[in-house]
């Protein structure tokens, strides 16, 4: 049959972007067509390079402030070195989102979405019901900080506040604009980039070598969850050998994210749980004139409950993970969230 004008034809790309894979767990994902032997070392390799390049570039741009600023560093001193060193510090790991986002994009050649849920997208009631969750076990755990620091520990009770009003307003309007980045690009970093470039290493069952016992363990949310729950605590004890606590507060905050990341399918119940938590620790940090923390890994990695290098951390830290996930396993279930992606997916 002859028409005028004749169809179109259909255009097919090689170079277009790897759906989701079918009825996989959140850690698979990364696991596409377009998935070969190579793609995790050289994400890693081209991670490496853009994180050093962005380091170099922070420096530059706080050296160039400093010396914009004065020598007129005392700590009680209000000037603008004082907050653009607060906003650097969380820029340094908000920063990640781009990066992060790029190396799924272009990198591994598949759709953004996939690194936040098994739907393909970011699910923002989910993000929202999960965000609302955790204010309750934040709240908990800082109305049981003070009696148990005067029990257990009285100095880490601060005997008073300093910094001043002006400081104070201008670093909330800091931590209220740049915390959600930031929490954000370190979730999509640990418990999103990290947790699929290790679960994507096992073969499935129907490749080459997936029947094997090594490739049934390498596929299986173990190693991911491990992975991805643990490597910032490793790097902050290698980093602080004395932070005994804070690197096992660390570890279990982590792997009680990263569970969670694979048990809802998805980055929400991470996300929301450290924004909270940052923006309280962030506070208070501000509000105890202990901005300098900020940026070094006391606060930022994971948003860590009060009493931060005593065993108080890590008790504070096992309740608001316990409740925080009992809670969210219960709400996940009651309203069907999804736990893996769709058998055939096609999005556009």
Known sequence: MWAWPP??????????????????????????SRFRWWSTPLTLAVFAVLVFFLWMAIILAVTIVAIIGGSGLAPDSVTLSTIAELAFGLLSSALFLPIVLFLVRVVQWRRIGSLMSVEGRLRWGWLARCTVVAIVPVALCAALFLPLAKLLQPGLVPSEATGGTEVFAAAMTVIVLLVPFQSAAEELTMRGLLMQLVGAVGARSGERGGGSAVSRVLRSPG???????????????????????????????????????????????????????????????????RMEQIGTGLVVGSGLPLGAGSPLVLLLTLVQVGLYTLAVVWLAD???????????????
């Open 223 to 289: 190693p991911a969850v491990l992975a991805s729950g643990t490597l910032f605590a490793v790097l902050y004890l290698a980093m602080h050998p004395g932070e005994v606590w804070t690197a096992a507060a660390l570890a279990a905050m982590g792997l009680g994210m990263a569970w969670l990341t694979w048990r809802t399918g998805g980055l929400e119940a991470a996300i929301g749980l450290h924004v909270v938590n940052s923006l309280v620790q962030f506070t208070l940090c501000v509000f105890e004139g």
């Open 7 to 32: 169809p179109r034809p259909v255009r097919t790309s090689e170079f277009a972007c790897a759906e989701l894979p079918g009825g996989e767990s959140y850690h698979r994902l990364g696991r596409t």
């Open 334 to 348: 009651r309203r069907g969230v999804r736990r893996r992606s769709a058998e055939a997916t096609a999005l556009r």
